[in-house]
């Protein structure tokens, strides 16, 4: 948004001998962020009125002619110029070689299709005035030549830009508009800000509309279901549309806008003044003389000013007359009842509109306006009046013999709501950290618009927390932006300037915080994967697409969990579990690396549907990938390793891939119909352990032998573990190690040979851990098993070691695994 400062100047007295660097610099520190800024209105110098004396075509250019110029003082000068309107006998500003212009570019001499042009014949654009570069700027034709251009040139006006972004605007509906801004200016350079739309004003303006005492031609009436939030019309007769004056073309030109008639102008103007919308009907276009704010009711179509087509939805609300609708409501009028060159009576339109209504409609017809960006910020509807007074001041004032019919008529306008905040300066200060003073604070929120009262009777505390004074806040700062003692706090913050306060340390004790319970286990478990498992940690997202589960094979898609307004269809859903999301990881690891281990400690979630919703479950998630050896048995000592290592009471025991388990749905394809194993944890099933079936590795390009394992934690952190780690000392005697080859068939899961060995009733087997596991093919398997022996208060002698060595084989033997020969 564009403010201009020569605007700004109407209500504000600015100080002198700031540059506008340091101007800008205040004002993004105080107000708002501005972006940049630009100088508007300064002639360059070394620019001249000249006389145009004779014109001929270019030797070499259909497009371009060779003026010479009378530029005063008996010279002349051959200038190459492509302008329209260059002719013999108009006076055009001249630009000598040398001459800086606001663009940013100096002239100089140099050939134009093989003539030298001896300087430049300048157009509006090019000197800063406007955006007009249609033709050379044609001068009066009294004015002396040889003068500067400065001297004779009326309406230019030496004006500071500043570029604001809007971002930085959305909280404050108050800035939208020159008036606004220039409250903010005042207080920042603590300067008296002249209200012109007083009081004694008001009365003025009211006093001419009321005193004729018709009926009003155009009737309102606001259905309460709509998104309005306050209407006001105004019919005012005897108006004819002209030419905007210099002065509001120029301003409007400044803000970014296209002057187009006098009362669209007028329109404009008001609204990039006082920051409200509005809107001016062509009375003679509206049906019935009533004006009727509705919902839509069903699906039509409405043609805009800009001659588009939109479609509209039942829910929308419409401006309307007797019979068809005038107006989106809050972003656009209608093509059929915007005013005409012959349009001599009108009807003001001022509103104001609920404002999510008009952001979720504004983004279904991808019709952003200045109307709609306004209203989506939250206006105050206690501001309409001042619009439409100042409308029909502006219109008297192009038109002064027009006249009000029938009043400002209203409907649905809102009761005022009064907000006052109770706070102190000691209370601010304490916030700040810096003492502002009664007097001061005063002084900055009158200067913005608030009322400070004393409350009789409050004392402050000695710890500061007494209230002792209520702010009563303007209403248009309370529709969005003021909501509690906070507030005040920054408003005194932002005006005295945050680079003013002194930086002091932290008056807070730094204490050692402890850790929950739930994040102490997942630590633990991250450094174990880590450290022990040699794995990485992963992060993917916990939303996934129905393209992915599909791709996985999963059955589960959380239909309740799809979000209403996804930005892709590749993440717009809880994901029902991690197992997707990891395959999706492994298969983009997989094309850089031929063997690695990865880890996810994340969440899935669980579509409960009603009003439980969903129920989120904490999990963890390993991928062991090889390229040709079977990496489940590594995987299964790993998580083995793992609950050990958080203190988990657990078995494995061999699972069914037709029926599944808690994690798995019975039947996922990417099951191994032999290779997976059920964790049970405190007795009930709360992980898997199983090797990916190659129909899935194929569907997501995965080469290679994959483990997966999955653990839910979810009820383990809610209920949280006690340490049960008892001090042992080191073994004081050695023991000794025994690696056993056994011959298994297919389908046997490792699992189940060392529950054998585990079951042998010999209180000098420490441990049984499954070494390696290689296919034989027809022959089934060979399982090699690692298996040690320790007496804690004796060396173990030769003769026992045999003896419990060879009662392993029986046992093994007799279990159906014989010794591989």
């Known amino acids: 948004m564009n403010i201009s400062l020569d605007w700004i100047k109407d209500f504000v007295d600015l100080p002198e001998g700031l540059s506008d660097r340091e101007l800008s610099e205040r004002i993004t520190l105080g107000v708002c962020e501005v972006e940049g800024y630009e100088r508007t209105g300064v002639m360059p110098g070394k620019v001249t009125v000249a006389a145009v004396r004779a014109v001929a075509p270019h030797p070499d250019a259909d497009k371009l002619h060779l003026a010479t110029v009378d530029i005063g003082g008996g010279n002349e000068a051959t200038v190459v110029c492509g302008a329209p309107n260059c002719r013999a006998g108009i006076k055009v500003p001249y630009a000598f070689l040398g001459t800086s212009f606001p663009g940013g570019f100096t002239l100089e001499k140099k050939k134009i299709r093989g003539i030298v042009s001896e300087g ?213 009028g209608g093509l059929k009842s915007s005013v005409a060159d012959d349009t001599s009576g009108i009807m003001i339109e001022v509103a104001n509109w609920t404002d999510a209504e008009i952001r979720r409609t504004s983004t279904r017809l991808g019709l952003r306006t200045d109307a709609s960006q306004r209203y989506e910020k939250s206006l105050d509807s206690r501001q309409l009046e001042k619009t439409v007074l100042r409308i029909f001041e502006l219109v008297l004032e192009l038109n002064p013999e027009a006249t009000a019919v029938g009043g400002i008529q209203s409907d649905n306008m809102p009761d005022p709501v009064e907000l006052a905040i109770e706070t102190s300066p000691a209370r601010i200060a304490a916030v700040l950290g810096e003492d502002v003073g009664e007097k001061r604070l005063t002084g900055i929120l009158e200067a913005l618009g608030f009322i400070v009262k004393s409350i009789p009777g409050a004392v402050t505390g000695t710890d500061g927390k007494g209230k002792t004074h209520l702010i009563h806040v303007p209403t248009w700062r309370s529709t969005k932006d003021i909501e509690c003692e906070a507030d005040i706090v920054e408003e005194i913050g932002r005006i005295i300037g945050y680079d003013s306060i002194t930086p002091v340390s932290p008056a807070h004790d730094i204490e050692a915080l402890r850790l929950s319970s739930a994040k102490i286990m997942t630590r633990k478990a991250q450094d174990y994967m880590v450290l022990r498992g040699r794995a990485l940690e992963v992060m993917t997202y916990p939303l996934v697409g129905e393209a992915l589960l599909k791709k996985a094979s999963w059955p589960i898609h959380n239909e309740g ?209 499954i070494l390696d596991v290689f296919d034989l093919g027809e022959e089934g398997k060979a399982l090699t098993l690692h298996i040690e022996f320790r007496n804690p208060e004796k060396t173990l002698d030769a003769a026992f070691i045999k003896e419990a060595e060879d009662k392993v084989i029986t046992v093994l033997d007799k279990a159906g695994f014989p010794l591989r020969s």
């Open 120 to 332: 430049m014949l300048c157009s509006e654009q090019e000197l800063g005035l406007s955006d007009n570069h249609e033709g050379l700027l044609e001068l009066a034709s009294d004015a002396p030549v040889g003068v500067k251009l400065s001297e004779v040139l009326d309406g230019a006006v030496d004006d500071l830009v500043l570029d604001i972004d809007n971002k930085s605007l959305t909280h404050r509906p108050d800035l939208w508009g020159h008036y606004g801004m220039a409250r903010e200016f005042a207080a920042v350079f603590e300067k008296p800000f002249k209200d012109k739309f007083d009081t004694s004003w008001t009365n003025n303006l009211k006093a001419r509309i009321d005193k004729s005492g018709a009926k009003p031609p155009v009737t309102i009436h606001v259905d309460k279901d709509s998104a309005n939030r306050g209407f006001l019309g105004l019919s005012v007769d005897g108006v004819s549309i002209g030419e905007s004056p210099e002065w509001m073309r120029k301003r409007l030109i400044v803000a970014g806008m296209r002057p187009i008639n006098s009362i669209v102008d007028i329109s404009n103007y008001v609204m990039l003044e006082t920051g409200i919308p509005n809107h001016i009907f062509d009375r003679s276009t509206i049906e019935g003389g009533k004006i009727v704010v509705r919902r839509a009711g069903d699906e039509q179509t409405f043609v805009t000013l800009d001659e588009q087509e939109r479609k509209l939805i039942p829910s929308d609300t419409l401006v309307c007359d007797a019979g068809n609708p005038s107006a989106i409501a809050g972003i656009m």
């Open 561 to 769: 969990l799809v979000l209403a307004n996804a930005l892709t269809s590749e993440h717009d859903r809880m994901r029902p579990s991690l197992v997707p999301s990891l395959l999706e990881a492994t298969a983009n690891n997989r094309k850089e690396h031929d063997i690695f281990r990865i880890f996810e400690v994340g969440r899935s979630y669980v579509d409960l549907g009603g009003e439980n919703f969903s129920r989120d479950l904490h999990q963890i998630g390993v991928v062991f990938q090889e390229t040709k050896t079977n990496p489940f048995a590594e995987l299964a000592d790993t998580m083995e390793g793992l609950l050990s290592y958080l203190g988990l009471p657990s078995r494995m025991v061999p699972a069914d891939p037709l029926k599944g388990n808690s994690l798995i749905p019975a039947a996922w394809a990417g099951s191994h119909p032999h290779e997976m194993v059920d964790i049970q944890v405190m007795g009930r099933s709360r992980g898997v352990i199983l090797t990916l079936h190659p129909q899935v590795g194929r569907a997501f390009k995965i080469k290679g032998r994959t483990a997966l394992a999955v653990l839910d934690l979810t009820e383990v952190i809610t209920a949280g573990v006690k340490d049960k780690t008892v001090f042992k000392p080191l073994d004081r005697f050695p023991g000794s190690d025994f690696d056993i080859t056994v011959v298994t068939p297919a389908e046997t899961y490792a699992v189940e040979v060392s529950a054998v060995v585990k079951g042998m009733k010999m209180k000098e087997l420490r441990s049984v851990g």
